[in-house]
Structures are given as structure tokens and as C-alpha cells.
């Protein structure tokens, strides 16, 4: 939830999970979270410095920069012993108490890999996908990743203080079908495609975006970075804020 003043300027965000609220801001919203306290009750509320859903969040008041990490949270991921006697036959099928454990597993990485370190999304994919016809060797497999996982527990996300008058972003979608349309001559597009939009913003005088494209046609990449350029303009009516977490 956006939280806006009566001039519509960002006042702070409050985001929720369950039955937990994780949000930021300056008085507006101090002020908001009193009063849902008040019609609510807080069990308990903490500052600066906390564990959110696994993630342990920590703003330098000095700097402003937020660091989120899940040392505890993947530290306590646990892979089931796996006897030499079964590790020797990698082709057969798991029991019900190993597909538990394949599940448990694939369960903890998601959550990791969701949060924080990109580099094993595609692993724990293709662990998830073992579950359709599961064997020795799956098992085997996600407990490497959960290994994988402790030797870089440390991994941190750090979010700097900028201002987003003068900064940027880069937004970045996955590939796939969904962006392409059928044409009357060829049918369905089968190729897939990624974008990705860097965009410098002007306070002002709104703000610039070059639009990429790659597919697995090259032509069709050509005529996308054809019609891409030159770089469209659009007004951007962001402002400076500040939270406080």
C-alpha cells in the first residue's frame, strides 16, 4: 500500500504477509501505524533492525542503505543422509519418505532463491520439476543445491539511498510467448523473447527510455531494435522520499 499526503506526496509503503506488516516512512506514516495499532493491536513492533519472514532487515541510519540477508534462515535448511546403498542405484524411485524430503527440500530453496540469490532460481526449478518422476538422483541433486546454498549463506541484498529525481531504473521481464502476436502468414510466433527497459529520469522535463528486445529469430530482434530507436520520451511525475524502516 501506497501511503500518500493530502498533496498526494509519497509519505511511506506498507506491505503485508500474513498476519505481519514490513513498511517505511516519516510521520504520515508513524501516524498510520498508531492508528492500526490502536483498532488492531500490535503483538509487537520493531525498528531499524529486524527478522521479516526469514530475512533479517537492517537499515545503516547513516548511510540509509538496507541490507537484507538469510544467514539463520539457510543455515537451518536440512538435506536428509542418503545411505551408499541407495546412492548406488541413482536410477531408482523414492519411497514416500525420501518424496517428503525431496518436497521439504525443493520447499526451502524456493523460499531462498524468492528472496534473495538469483544464481539458484534455475536449479531449484528443475529440483521442482524432478517431483513428476522422482529417483534417487533428485534427491541426490537437491541436497547438492541445499549445499550450494550454505557455502554462500552470506549473500547480502543491499538497497542504497538514491534520489529518484535524478536516479533511474532498469526493469528486465523473463522470456516468453506472451508479448508476441500471430500474424495471418505465419500463425503463432514460436520463438521467445526478453526486454529490457533502462530509463533515465529528468526531473521536469520527463523521462527518457530505450526499449531492447532479443528473440530466438534474429531478424525478428533486428526489426525490434529498428522500431526501437530513437528513444521515447514520457512524463514522469516521481518525487524524492524517505523511509524509515
Known amino acids: ?65 538496507i541490507t ?11 538435506a536428509p543422509r542418503i545411505t551408499n546403498e541407495r546412492r548406488a542405484n541413482k536410477e531408482a524411485s523414492l519411497d514416500a519418505k525420501e518424496l517428503t524430503s525431496l518436497r521439504a527440500m525443493n520447499g526451502g530453496l524456493q523460499w531462498v532463491q524468492h528472496q534473495l540469490p538469483p544464481d539458484l532460481a534455475y536449479s531449484t526449478s528443475v529440483s521442482q520439476s524432478n517431483v513428476s518422476d522422482p529417483r534417487v538422483e533428485h534427491l541426490i541433486y537437491a541436497q547438492n543445491l541445499i549445499g550450494k546454498a550454505k557455502e554462500h549463506k552470506n549473500f547480502k541484498l543491499v538497497f542504497r539511498s538514491h534520489d529518484l529525481n535524478t536516479g533511474g531504473f532498469v526493469a528486465i521481464s523473463d522470456a516468453g510467448l ?29 523521462s527518457v527510455a530505450a526499449f531492447l528486445c532479443w528473440t530466438g529469430v534474429p531478424d525478428e530482434s533486428e526489426e525490434w531494435f529498428a522500431a526501437a530507436s530513437p528513444p521515447r520520451r514520457s512524463r514522469s511525475p516521481m518525487r524524492t522520499t524517505r523511509c524509515s524502516i
Not at 521467445?192 to 529528468?202: A, E, F, S
Request: hydrophobic share 30%.
Open 1 to 65: 500500500m501506497c501511503i500518500r499526503d493530502r498533496y498526494s506526496v509519497w509519505a511511506g509503503l506498507l506491505a503485508t504477509h500474513v498476519d505481519d506488516l514490513l513498511g517505511g516512512g516519516g510521520g504520515k506514516f508513524e501516524e498510520l501505524l498508531g492508528k492500526i495499532d490502536k483498532e488492531f493491536g500490535f503483538g509487537s513492533q520493531e525498528w531499524d533492525s529486524f527478522r521479516h519472514t526469514g530475512k533479517n532487515i537492517k537499515k545503516n541510519m547513516t548511510t540509509g542503505e
Open 68 to 78: 537484507v540477508s538469510m544467514e539463520e534462515y539457510v543455515e537451518n535448511l536440512t
Open 178 to 206: 506472451g508479448g508476441h502476436q500471430e500474424t495471418a502468414e505465419e500463425g503463432p510466433v514460436r520463438s521467445q523473447g526478453g526486454y529490457l527497459v533502462p530509463t533515465k529520469l529528468l526531473p521536469d522535463t520527463g
